[in-house]
């Protein structure tokens, strides 16, 4: 190895943590009142949760662009059951077994020999619609108030938020099914030749990625309603966050912890330019969804390019 590709690697490692502390400087910047940054921070562990999940179908090789249908599909069949005179906690349930049942048809796609790309690309585009014809486009409100927005004071996000964490740590770094997650994504057709249950992973992947999904859009639900296609554009995050941490793309390389530390930063960088667009103009809103996307393709290159010289280094 030359000193440059010794260079280049140690930068490769070091990106993320520099990153980290220039989203965690702008952050601390323009914080006044480091208590509102729990509520700011509840969408981010939303996209964390699912990131988790995506994290182990992206070491596949895979890919979910339709969580963010998923999300509003499950909000708006509780919203429409409850509208329709359901139990609360029956909808709900509903609402769950509805972003199972749709992460479970996204594995099937899959392991029918769809692209994940291709097959979650066109459910994306079905839930959505889907999504905004059982509601008729309408928002749904005013349900009654919950404790299970908060546990011990802390809002529920949070908790699913660590719990995602703990048990995509310990499937993907301590288990058999971990293992295999990452032989699929470094050579499938190795993989089932050393008879990995290639099918059986992956769509247990994609009905786990469903379920969280599904989870999410109740406890959201219950604290701001029923609303179509609100959740808009949290796919890019989640895959922003497992990518910034440095899981490949294609997939054979990467972790949990990692994502952990793609979120904290792609998340700071957001909340940052939140806070500074009251000062400029240019950080709202779309604005700042291109600089997550410039992000992205910034250290998705940078990961690729990295990881191709060191594979020819070892060729």
Not at 29 to 49: M, T
Not at 56 to 68: E, F, N, Q, W
Not at 260 to 275: E, P, R
Request: hydrophobic content about 55%; charged content about 10%; aromatic content about 8%.
């Amino acid at each position: 190895m030359t000193f440059s590709d010794s260079r280049r690697k140690w930068i490769g490692r070091l990106l993320p943590w520099l990153l980290l502390c220039l989203a965690l400087t702008m952050v601390i910047s323009q914080v006044h009142n480091p208590r509102s940054l729990i509520s700011v921070g509840v969408p981010w562990a939303r996209i964390g949760a699912l990131a988790m999940v995506m994290t182990m179908i992206i070491l596949t090789g895979g890919i979910d662009l339709s969580v963010a249908s998923i999300v509003s599909l499950s909000s708006m069949v509780m919203g429409v059951l409850w509208q329709q005179g359901c139990p609360v906690s029956w909808a709900a349930l509903a609402g769950i077994l509805a972003g199972f049942i749709a992460g479970g048809l996204n594995g099937t796609l899959v392991i029918l020999g769809l692209s994940p790309l291709v097959a979650t690309l066109a459910t994306m585009a079905f839930y959505s619609g889907l999504s905004l014809w059982i509601s008729a486009s309408e928002r749904i409100t005013g349900f009654p108030p919950s404790n299970l927005t908060r546990i011990a004071g802390c809002p529920t996000e949070y908790w699913i938020l660590g719990a995602t964490f703990l048990v995509a740590l310990f499937v993907t770094h301590f288990t058999r099914f971990g293992r295999w997650c990452y032989a699929i994504g470094d050579n499938p057709l190795a993989a089932r030749c050393a008879a990995i249950p290639v099918h059986r992973t992956q769509w247990c992947l994609y009905a786990a990625s469903g379920l969280v999904a599904g989870l999410l859009a109740v406890i959201y639900t219950m604290r701001d309603g029923a609303i179509p296609n609100v959740h808009r554009g949290i796919e890019l995050h989640a895959i922003a966050c497992v990518v910034v941490g440095g899981t490949l793309i294609t997939g054979g390389r990467g972790g949990i912890p990692l994502t952990l530390l793609g979120i904290v930063i792609v998340a700071n960088v957001d909340i940052g330019l939140s806070f500074m667009s009251s000062s400029f103009e240019f950080f709202k809103g779309e604005a700042r969804l291109v600089m997550v996307g410039i992000l992205l393709i910034v250290v998705a290159v940078w990961n690729e390019w990295t990881e191709r010289d060191s594979a020819k280094l070892m060729g």
